[in-house]
C-alpha cells in the first residue's frame, strides 16, 4: 500500500514538474537574458554585425538577451584544431539571433551543439545508386544543419560573410533556417507559423517564387536570389532568408509577396535599415 502511495506521489510530482517546465524554462531564460551585456561582447557585435546599427534600440537589447540565452543553452565544439573565441561564439549566437527577434519564444529548440571548423571541412556522404547499391562519397562543404540536435560551420566562410554583408550568402543565417524549418519534424521549406491560416498564403507564394525561380535558372537568367534555392523547398526557403537580410531591396523590388511573407514571418523590414 505505501509503495503504491509513493508510486503515485511520484507521478504526480513528474506530471507537475511536466506542466510546470515551459514556465520554469521562460523564467530561467528571462533571468539570462537581463544579465549585463559585456562591453567587450558588444564591441564585438558592432564590428562584425554591421546591420546591428541599424535596428533600433529595443531590437538591439533583444538580440543582447537572445546572445545571452544561445550562450547559456548551446555548446560550442572546435573541429579540425580551432580554438573556440568569444569573437567566434559571440558572431554565431548574433546573428542566429537576428532570426529569432520575432520572438516567437523557441532558441532553436533541437539543437544542443554548433561545430566550427577553421575552414572547408570534408564530411560523408551516402548516395543510393539504383535500387540496392550504397555509395559513400566525401564532399567538401562549408556549413550544414542536422535536424537532430547540431550545426556544422566554416570559421573561414563566416569571416568571409561578415565582410560582405550585401551579397545574399551568409551562411549563419542559412543554416539555422534550416532549423527553423526543421522545428515540425520535417525541413519542407515550411517553419512552424502563427495561425493556420498563414499556411496557406505561405504555400502559395513559395510554392510560386520557387518554381518561378527554377525557370529563371533553366534560362540562364541572373537572379536575386541564389540559384542554390531550386535544389529543394527546404534549400529555398534558406536562401530566401538569406537574400530577405542580405539583398532586402532588391528582393522587395523583384519578389515583393516573397519578401511580405518573410517580413511577416520574421517581424523585421531590413529595407527600412538601408
Known amino acids: 500500500m505505501i509503495k503504491a502511495i509513493a508510486f503515485l506521489l511520484a507521478i504526480i510530482v513528474i506530471i507537475v514538474l511536466i506542466w510546470l517546465m515551459p514556465t520554469l524554462t521562460w523564467?530561467?531564460?528571462?533571468?539570462?537574458?537581463?544579465?549585463?551585456?559585456?562591453?567587450?561582447?558588444?564591441?564585438?557585435?558592432?564590428?562584425?554585425?554591421?546591420?546591428?546599427?541599424?535596428?533600433?534600440?529595443p531590437l538591439q537589447k533583444r538580440l543582447q538577451g537572445h546572445v545571452n540565452v544561445i550562450l547559456a543553452e548551446k555548446q560550442f565544439v572546435g573541429c579540425g584544431g580551432l580554438q573556440i573565441t568569444d569573437e567566434i561564439k559571440l558572431?554565431?549566437?548574433?546573428?542566429?539571433?537576428?532570426?529569432?527577434?520575432?520572438?516567437?519564444?523557441?532558441?532553436?529548440?533541437?539543437?544542443?551543439?554548433?561545430?566550427?571548423?577553421?575552414?572547408?571541412?570534408?564530411?560523408?556522404?551516402?548516395?543510393?545508386?539504383?535500387?540496392?547499391?550504397?555509395?559513400?562519397?566525401?564532399v567538401a562543404r562549408l556549413g550544414e544543419s542536422w535536424s537532430r540536435d547540431r550545426i556544422v560551420l566554416s570559421w573561414e566562410q563566416i569571416e568571409r560573410d561578415i565582410h560582405n554583408w550585401n551579397d545574399g550568402h551568409n551562411v549563419?543565417?542559412?543554416?539555422?533556417?534550416?532549423?527553423?524549418?526543421?522545428?515540425?519534424?520535417?525541413?519542407?521549406?515550411?517553419?512552424?507559423?502563427?495561425?493556420?491560416?498563414?499556411?496557406i498564403a505561405w504555400a502559395l507564394v513559395f510554392r510560386e517564387e520557387y518554381q518561378k525561380l527554377r525557370k529563371n535558372v533553366e534560362r540562364g537568367l541572373k537572379t536575386v536570389i541564389d540559384p542554390y534555392g531550386t535544389i529543394n523547398p527546404a534549400e529555398f526557403f534558406a536562401v530566401a532568408t538569406e537574400t530577405f537580410f542580405e539583398k532586402s531591396k532588391p528582393m522587395a523590388l523583384h519578389h515583393p509577396a516573397l519578401y511580405n511573407q518573410l517580413k511577416r514571418y520574421y517581424k523585421l523590414d531590413p529595407v527600412e535599415w538601408i
Open 172 to 199: 549563419i543565417l542559412h543554416e539555422f533556417a534550416h532549423q527553423l524549418d526543421a522545428e515540425n519534424g520535417t525541413a519542407n521549406g515550411v517553419p512552424i507559423l502563427k495561425q493556420q491560416s498563414d499556411y
Open 91 to 138: 558572431t554565431i549566437a548574433a546573428i542566429a539571433s537576428l532570426l529569432l527577434l520575432n520572438e516567437r519564444g523557441e532558441y532553436y529548440p533541437k539543437l544542443c551543439s554548433i561545430l566550427v571548423y577553421p575552414s572547408t571541412y570534408v564530411a560523408k556522404q551516402i548516395q543510393h545508386v539504383g535500387n540496392y547499391v550504397v555509395e559513400e562519397t566525401k
Open 27 to 57: 523564467i530561467r531564460r528571462q533571468t539570462i537574458k537581463d544579465k549585463p551585456f559585456p562591453s567587450h561582447w558588444l564591441a564585438i557585435i558592432k564590428q562584425n554585425i554591421p546591420i546591428y546599427f541599424y535596428l533600433r534600440e
